[in-house]
């Protein structure tokens, strides 16, 4: 059962501008949401997390932003590097679970 | 101590053979998953440890597959008569209480 939807298997947008990558959950027990960036040939790599308390967490170009009624979360990249393109994974946790669940991943692509 | 460690990165095998993965954890995290990555998916949970405990394990880990953290340090990922099903990216994370998990590179297995 895929807990953790990312829609969007890709994305491109232009140097500058804003990436907003989405993603969806249907378990209402997950209280710890993560974004992981992956190069290709190494490991996911953790960027930023929000717990269930918090609607928004910035951490400089990077933000991410929890509505907990849609069961929605975005992480949003301002401005877009092209350093940024990967692929973005989203995780959640839930209390007294020891996995994360991840999403499918949106492939980035930033455009110099 | 830079990080989680994973040997070997890449791992070719003939069907029906043995393969074991080596995962070194960040040295003050107790907490060890272990996860796999199939083309186009994102990473999909097998097993995980507290020290040396093998407290849950995923309906994915068949019984060909053993892990083992002997003494609460590093990992062994073991899978027994190797099916080309079991091609794929076998990724091990490590986190302290409460904290993020952090990914090694990965081991890229091909079962051919």
């Known amino acids: 059962d895929q807990q953790v939807k990312q829609n969007s298997p890709s994305l491109s947008v232009q140097e500058g501008r804003i990436s907003i990558l989405n993603c969806d959950y249907t378990?209402?027990?997950?209280?710890?949401f993560l974004w992981y960036k992956k190069y290709p040939a190494e490991g996911p790599t953790f960027l930023i997390s929000i717990s269930s308390i918090k609607d928004k967490n910035e951490d400089g170009r990077f933000t991410v932003f929890l509505n907990k009624s849609a069961k929605h979360l975005s992480l949003h990249i301002v401005p877009s590097q092209p350093g940024d393109s990967a692929v973005y994974f989203c995780?959640?946790?839930?209390?007294?679970?020891?996995?994360?669940?991840f999403g499918a991943g949106t492939r980035l692509t930033v455009k110099p | 101590d830079t990080g989680v460690s994973q040997d070997p990165r890449h791992k070719i095998t003939k069907r029906g053979q043995n393969v074991t993965f080596r995962c070194d954890p960040i040295?003050?995290?107790?907490?060890l998953y272990w996860y796999r990555q199939t083309l186009g998916q994102g990473p999909e949970f097998l097993t995980y440890?507290?020290?040396?405990?093998?407290?849950?394990k995923s309906r994915l880990l068949s019984d060909r597959f053993s892990a083992e953290r002997p003494k609460g340090s590093f990992s062994t990922l073991e899978i027994q008569r190797t099916e080309q099903g079991d091609s794929a990216m076998y990724l091990c994370a490590s986190s302290s209480r409460g904290g993020k998990a952090f990914f090694g590179q990965g081991t890229r297995l091909t079962v051919v």
């Open positions: 440890f507290q020290n040396e405990a093998q407290l849950e």
């Open positions: 378990n209402s027990m997950f209280d710890y």
């Open positions: 040295s003050e995290h107790n907490r």
């Open positions: 995780a959640a946790s839930a209390p007294g679970n020891n996995d994360m669940r």
